[in-house]
């Protein structure tokens, strides 16, 4: 061991060999008026309701949060037909993919995730020792028979972003139980449906079923996205009794903090506004997409509140050119070169003057005019 490495305290090689991850642009300085479509944030903001709770919580800023958000695990549960027990909250669903890398995975064996698949699943197992295998996808959609191809001995967990982000695209339930079906049993199937609010289709289940029927699933969801507390971190996730206990054992004493069992609660009341968020989004959704591709733009079709762009490589209009023109114009949208794709944009679906105004701004970009 070299005299430099003793000299101060070194980092486990696994941890030095993530790459950290980088969320998208947020501000664009010098510019009067920014449309941020890059985080897939609701344009309808959170429930008034919610906010009210958050506001009335401002009084309890000295005192603790229940450290096992009971009463957000009964509101959760109630609003899905849920045994509260088996359900367990953290700061974000982020949080909860953490510990289930810390209790499920260690040094020598495999997390496996698809090729296009949310960057925090590579993370959180290399985090625990492990080592992350990716399983190819087909027309930017999982595909089960690549997943299972790449299960072996040492797989102990797969993640499965369903919709999955970036790309939009989702796995029909009948696909998701194939899938667990062909797992050996003693393989955790982690089912990441953070999106599952806003999927109008009738063959996507967000996993509850599997969850409630099977030893080895874990499903997790976000109040981050539709419910709009993206601010507050708030995730929750529904499993089998051991897994939740296993779970339990090792998160943070008060990983959910106060305000946001408050504005989780409050926000699971005011279904009304849930309603419009989705509306709203089935609505812009199949706009931007077909304004987008009239103007030789190709769109992945998308079940999510978001796009995924994929741009020309030559003339100029490639990825990289397009955001900074858009940066330039006030709106920011997802580089996701660290998913694999460069050269493409990944668009949050906003409000009618942001949707209207970065179709007007992108007609400039490829120099057409719109039809």
């Not at 591709?293 to 397009?322: C, M, Q, W, Y």
């Not at 660290?338 to 679906?349: E, K």
Request: proline residues 6%.
């Amino acid at each position: 061991m070299s005299s430099d490495v003793l000299s101060r305290p070194a980092a486990k090689a696994n941890v030095m060999a993530i790459d950290a991850y980088v969320p998208g642009k947020s501000a664009a300085l010098g510019i009067a008026k920014v449309f941020k479509l890059s985080s897939n944030e609701t344009p309808l903001g959170p429930s008034p309701a919610a906010i009210e709770a958050f506001r009335a919580n401002a009084a309890h800023l000295a005192v603790y949060p229940d450290g096992a958000a009971s009463r957000l695990r009964e509101a959760i549960g109630k609003r899905y037909g849920l045994d509260p027990d088996r359900i367990i909250c953290g700061n974000g669903s982020d949080d909860l993919l953490g510990l289930v890398a810390h209790a499920y995975l260690g040094p020598g064996d495999e997390g496996l995730y698809t090729q296009h698949g949310f960057l925090e699943y590579p993370i959180v197992t290399r985090a625990a020792g492990a080592i992350p295998v990716v399983a190819p996808e087909k027309e930017y959609r999982a595909d089960v028979d690549s997943l299972l191809a790449k299960v072996s001995r040492r797989t102990k967990v797969v993640f499965l972003a369903n919709p999955n982000n970036p790309t939009g695209t989702y796995l029909p339930f009948a696909e998701v139980k194939r899938l667990h079906a062909g797992l050996p049993p003693h393989v955790l199937l982690v089912i990441d449906a953070a999106y599952a609010e806003y999927v109008a289709r009738n063959d996507y289940a967000a996993g509850i079923e599997l969850a409630a029927e099977s030893e080895n699933v874990l499903m997790t969801r976000t109040f981050s996205k539709i419910y709009g507390l993206a601010n507050l971190r708030l995730g929750w996730a529904y499993g089998p009794a051991h897994i939740i206990d296993a779970l339990n054992r090792i998160r943070g004493p008060f990983n959910v903090n106060g305000a946001a069992i408050e504005a989780g609660i409050a926000a699971l009341g005011d279904q009304a506004h849930v309603d419009k968020a989705a509306a709203h989004n089935q609505r812009w959704l199949p706009w931007l997409t077909d304004e987008i591709e009239r103007l030789g733009i190709k769109v992945t079709p998308s079940v999510g509140n978001f796009l995924l762009l994929h741009f020309p490589h030559e003339d100029g209009r490639d990825a990289k050119a397009a955001d900074a023109f858009l940066t330039a114009r006030g709106y920011i949208l997802r580089a996701v070169g660290a998913y694999g794709l460069p050269h493409c944009l990944r668009l949050t679906v906003g409000t009618e003057e942001a949707n209207h105004g970065l179709v007007a701004a992108l007609a400039d970009f490829m120099g057409r005019a719109r039809g």
